[in-house]
């Protein structure tokens, strides 16, 4: 019985080690698709400057304030989501927590993507992007659904009980 008990005990810990590591491997994906969305939102920002034909002394100025204001931004993504996803292990929501964030990033960067071409006119946009907008727009669609079906069902069940 004791040599049962100590084989439970280590599957636990190896289960522990495993939700860690993938907690972790989902905290850089969420710190990657923020570094995309800073990208993508100075990329706006920029876009946003040349229809509004600043100064060739200011531009330089807003684009650096912007690029570090956005920078900070994305440090505490980084930070919050670290803190999130591990303090989601014990309550078993680690997916429905990063498909939160994971779907907000995505559905930003698609909004970021799509902007410059309302701005700057529908006829500048390619198959290409137009599949790429789709892909990121779909996808934090669902994760946004996932998330939100999750935290519904998790209340339904918890209210039965």
């Known amino acids: ?62 684009d650096k304030f912007i690029f ?8 505490i993504l980084v930070i919050f989501s670290e803190y999130y996803y591990r303090n989601s292990i014990p309550k078993k929501r680690l997916w429905q927590s990063f498909s939160l964030i994971a779907g907000i990033e995505l559905s930003f960067l698609s909004l970021s993507h799509l902007f410059p071409f309302l701005i700057l006119g529908l006829g500048k946009l390619s198959w290409f992007n137009l599949l790429v907008i789709g892909t990121e727009c779909a996808g934090g669609t669902v994760l946004l659904l996932f998330a939100f079906h999750s935290s519904h069902r998790r209340k339904i069940s918890g209210a039965k009980s």
């Open 68 to 75: 570090l204001v956005f920078g900070i931004v994305w440090l």
């Open 1 to 62: 019985m004791g040599g049962n008990h100590s084989l439970l005990k280590t599957d636990k810990g190896k289960r522990k080690m495993w939700s860690y590591l993938l907690c972790y491997t989902l905290w850089v994906i969420t710190a990657a698709l923020g570094f995309l969305d800073l990208i993508a939102a100075r990329s706006l920002c920029l876009t946003l400057m040349g229809v509004a034909s600043l100064s060739r002394w200011v531009a330089p100025a807003v």
